[in-house]
């Protein structure tokens, strides 16, 4: 395993009778260059965010636009975890929204998601959208 394998996680979580396989890249700067590789025959792309870490929107905003044009990538449906809403200083999943220009992206389905990882909120809506937006593409 070399240095770029650093922080990458393969899971199976079983939602509404599907096994989904969660590729966990980690957003870790020195790896962003390596998240290309693993872009194949994704059927959705998961974009987790910090909603509190404002100062990083644009930043963010730049790599999710930059990661979407992939050829890889076309069409396919994203959802953003907008995490750590536990936080006083959250921003909102609509000001995020709008941070990342979602609305510019009209090629595919999206969908932004307040959530929670320490309570848990928010998370069980979004695999519900993801399990939707998984089966109506098979279709």
Aim: charge should be negative; charged fraction near 25%; aromatic fraction near 8%.
């Amino acid at each position: 395993m070399g240095e770029a394998q650093k922080g990458f996680n393969i899971k199976s979580v079983a939602s509404h009778g599907m096994k989904l396989n969660v590729w966990d890249i980690g957003g870790q700067r020195k790896i962003r260059p390596f998240w290309k590789k693993y872009l194949e025959n994704t059927d959705l792309l998961i974009y987790v965010i910090d909603s509190a870490d404002k100062k990083r929107f644009e930043e963010t905003g730049l790599e999710l636009s930059e990661l979407i044009d992939e050829e890889n990538l076309k069409g396919v449906p994203v959802l953003i975890f907008a995490n750590k809403q536990d936080l006083a200083t959250a921003s909102p999943a609509s000001e995020i929204a709008e941070g990342l220009n979602l609305h510019t992206y009209r090629d595919r389905e999206w969908q932004i998601q307040a959530c929670s990882a320490v309570s848990g909120e928010g998370v069980q809506d979004g695999m519900n959208w993801i399990c939707n937006n998984i089966v109506n593409k098979k279709k």
